[in-house]
């Protein structure tokens, strides 16, 4: 099992409206491509101001994790979603035996 986590900060300015659509989207989105197992969104319960959000989810191996980085949806996820909106953010990718 892989699991592939995103830590986001978001462009300042954004309304708490506007993150909940995010947040709405990537969950409705994301968790519509093949392969995703398990996906959770959601935000930090202390907000330290460095990526209040986070995007977790589970694929079965490193194959299925491959495929879900060129797949269509994704690519379109990272293009018009995150793109204009999101500050910065921090990837991990980890193997749960």
Do not use: W
């Not at 330290?48 to 491959?66: I, R, T």
Request: charged share 25%; aromatic share 6%; with cysteine.
């Amino acid at each position: 099992m892989i699991s592939h986590i995103v830590l986001l900060r978001l462009e300042d300015g954004l309304s708490r409206q506007q993150t909940e659509d995010f947040l709405t989207v990537a969950r409705n989105l994301l968790g519509a491509i093949p392969g995703v197992r398990n996906l959770r969104v959601g935000s930090t319960l202390r907000d330290d101001g460095s990526h209040p959000l986070a995007l977790v989810m589970d694929f079965e191996n490193s194959e299925a994790l491959e495929a879900y980085q060129v797949h269509p949806e994704h690519q379109r996820f990272l293009r018009e979603v995150i793109g204009p909106i999101v500050a910065d953010k921090q990837v991990l990718d980890f193997e749960c035996p």
